[in-house]
């Protein structure tokens, strides 16, 4: 289970008063929308949203959850990290494995790496 994905569907949903209107905002199908807040509830081990064919509402533990997470997207976006570069300034002895391309660059190309190389002891 994509846990993340599942907590980003359920914040979705609760945003757009809907599990059409979620999926929407996410691009995905309402079933499958859906089946990401039945794994959610499963894996919570807790009813989240009171679900009718023609309503939803969210249950006392779902408005709980919904308030510690609603952050989460936020917090865990790429756009919040900042944008300027990174300061790498190892001793020169040890710069070698310290500056081989991260995985970070990889996920975030954007993120520059700038050493700063120096023979003084810090």
């Not at 994905?5 to 609760?14: E, L, T, W």
């Not at 679900?51 to 006392?60: F, G, H, I, Q, Y």
């Not at 300034?89 to 070698?96: H, L, Q, T």
Request: net charge positive.
């Amino acid at each position: 289970m994509n846990l993340l994905g599942s907590i980003r569907s359920f914040i979705k949903v609760v945003e757009a008063g809907s599990i059409a209107g979620g999926a929407r905002t996410l691009g995905l199908s309402a079933a499958a929308v859906s089946q990401n807040i039945a794994r959610l509830e499963a894996h919570l081990q807790v009813r989240l949203l009171a679900r009718t064919t023609r309503s939803m509402a969210l249950t006392p533990n779902g408005r709980a959850y919904y308030d510690k997470v609603r952050h989460v997207e936020r917090d865990l976006s790429w756009r919040s990290w900042p944008s300027r570069p990174m300061t790498a300034n190892p001793r020169a002895g040890c710069a070698s494995p310290l500056l081989r391309p991260s995985r970070a660059m990889c996920w975030r190309p954007d993120a520059g790496i700038q050493p700063a190389l120096s023979a003084a002891f810090n």
